[in-house]
């Protein structure tokens, strides 16, 4: 079995590791001699994880998949204050009720692609998930600053680059805002000293809160802890990874449906291919090797692959297939074939018996932005109903119904099928 640190060289996760710090592979050498327990952290500012929380999944899954135990920390208590981090603005304040909300749907999530305990145990060597409010929400202020302000440094405090950029932006830097970095070092310190957690991973933004916990576990308990921390990944073209014209990309599929899911790796820029391959999917590097080779036409079949496994990795194998099997039947056949993976809206039949402008049905499908937008698709002959290009001004009825349903698409890559609400 490969090593944790390289596995995760070779799929591209490392930006820097405390080792970088002339700590002469000290973590290099922890990994190699015995189980490490290690965290990554989240926040529940959704009830769905997206595309860009991926990467610090992923790194969890081959920390556990190398022989180590992860530990994934959701964020009740931190999460009531917000990351400053990568923001210009203060984050929108969530309340406690919808924090909880967020973290149930977070910890089902996490179970798919992680082999988790119901619980901290020990004697257990899977990972676990855990409530960072279980030890933030009672602590006593005074006693807080007594024992913990003492050890941080408001000077390295100051010197981060997300607090920089927040103190030279117009909004400035909310004093709650400044006090999540010693909160992300508590939670490290307490994770050590419960769990025996030695590990921390996470985006590179969060380098001086993570090294911040360090040193506190350093002061406080006398103790090694390392970190690991992740490039800030974005598309060839620039785009923040879990984005898309339509906006975020959810895990979950109520949010974004396995065949939309499937659609925004199947059509991920050929620059992206094989380093999305080697970071979103548990291919042996060696299966994806002649993947990334392919180009032209032929690249068509690595991100046949990866939109595949990245699919079947999030929504199962049997979801992948209906995805897949959808996308070639639509690509190939117009609107034939077997489209019930298709995201699907319902119109009532009395609507449709008297008759709805095709452009207000892509609104509705969520294939165009407005129905400005859907009258100039269709202007450019990019607007088509069951695999023919319509006219602006065309009208869907009863009388475009196949096999029980009508299917729009936008372009070349946006579907919607349109069914009987009352059928």
């Known amino acids: 079995m490969k090593d944790l640190l390289t596995v995760l060289r070779e799929r591209g996760f490392i930006e820097k590791t405390s080792d970088d710090e002339g700590e002469e592979k000290l973590l290099e050498k922890l990994l190699a001699s015995k189980r490490v327990t290690g965290y990554?952290?989240?926040?529940?500012?959704?009830?769905?994880?997206?595309?860009?929380?991926?990467?610090p999944i992923m790194a969890l899954v081959h920390l556990q998949r190398t022989g180590h135990r992860p530990i994934a920390v959701l964020g009740g208590g931190t999460g009531l204050v917000g990351?400053?981090?990568?923001?210009?603005?203060?984050?929108?304040?969530?309340?406690?009720?919808?924090?909880?909300?967020?973290?149930?749907?977070?910890?089902?999530?996490?179970?798919?692609?992680?082999?988790?305990?119901?619980?901290?145990?020990?004697?257990?060597?899977?990972?676990?998930?855990?409530?960072?409010?279980?030890?933030?929400?009672?602590?006593?202020?005074?006693?807080?600053?007594?024992?913990?302000?003492?050890?941080?440094?408001?000077?390295?405090?100051?010197?981060?680059?997300?607090?920089?950029?927040?103190?030279?932006?117009?909004?400035?830097?909310?004093?709650?805002?400044?006090?999540?970095?010693?909160?992300?070092?508590?939670?490290?310190?307490?994770?050590?000293?419960?769990?025996?957690?030695?590990?921390?991973v996470g985006g590179n933004d969060q380098w001086g809160n993570i090294v911040a916990g360090i040193?506190?576990?350093?002061?406080?308990?006398?103790?090694?802890?390392?970190?690991?921390?992740?490039?800030?990944?974005?598309?060839?073209?620039?785009?923040?990874?879990?984005k898309s014209e339509a906006g975020a990309i959810w895990l979950d599929a109520a949010r974004t449906s396995p065949y939309e899911f499937y659609q925004y790796w199947i059509n991920t820029d050929d620059r992206d291919v094989g380093r999305f391959l080697r970071m979103f999917t548990l291919l042996d590097p060696e299966e994806i090797a002649p993947l990334e080779r392919l180009s032209g036409?032929?690249?068509?079949?690595?991100?046949?692959?990866?939109?595949?496994?990245?699919?079947?990795?999030?929504?199962?194998?049997?979801?992948?297939?209906?995805?897949?099997?959808?996308?070639?039947?639509?690509?190939?056949a117009g609107a034939a074939g077997d489209t019930a993976a298709v995201p699907t809206i319902a119109v009532a039949t009395s609507a449709l018996r008297a008759g709805m402008p095709a452009v207000e049905l892509a609104v509705q499908g969520g294939i165009a932005d407005s129905k400005g937008a859907a009258r100039r698709l269709a202007g450019q002959k990019g607007l088509y109903a069951n695999g023919e290009a319509i006219a602006a001004d065309r009208v869907i009825t009863l009388a475009d119904l196949k096999?029980?349903?009508?299917?729009?698409?936008?372009?070349?890559?946006?579907?919607?099928?349109?069914?009987l609400e009352d059928a």
């Open 83 to 200: 990351d400053p981090s990568g923001k210009s603005e203060l984050r929108k304040l969530l309340g406690s009720t919808e924090v909880l909300t967020n973290l149930e749907a977070q910890r089902e999530q996490l179970s798919r692609y992680l082999d988790l305990a119901p619980g901290p145990d020990s004697s257990d060597s899977r990972g676990f998930v855990v409530n960072n409010a279980d030890w933030l929400s009672g602590l006593n202020y005074i006693e807080f600053l007594r024992d913990i302000g003492r050890h941080i440094s408001v000077n390295r405090m100051l010197a981060a680059e997300s607090v920089q950029l927040r103190l030279q932006s117009e909004s400035g830097l909310s004093f709650l805002e400044f006090n999540y970095s010693i909160l992300q070092a508590y939670d490290f310190l307490v994770l050590n000293q419960r769990y025996d957690c030695e590990l921390q």
């Open 215 to 242: 040193d506190l576990i350093r002061r406080v308990a006398r103790r090694k802890a390392h970190c690991i921390t992740f490039p800030l990944i974005t598309t060839a073209g620039g785009r923040k990874m879990g």
């Open 403 to 419: 096999d029980g349903a009508i299917v729009l698409r936008a372009g070349k890559k946006k579907h919607v099928r349109v069914v």
């Open 297 to 332: 036409a032929d690249i068509r079949e690595a991100k046949r692959v990866l939109a595949h496994e990245a699919t079947a990795l999030t929504h199962g194998e049997a979801e992948a297939k209906k995805a897949e099997e959808a996308a070639v039947s639509l690509f190939s």
């Open 40 to 55: 990554a952290g989240f926040d529940p500012t959704a009830p769905s994880f997206h595309v860009g929380n991926l990467v």
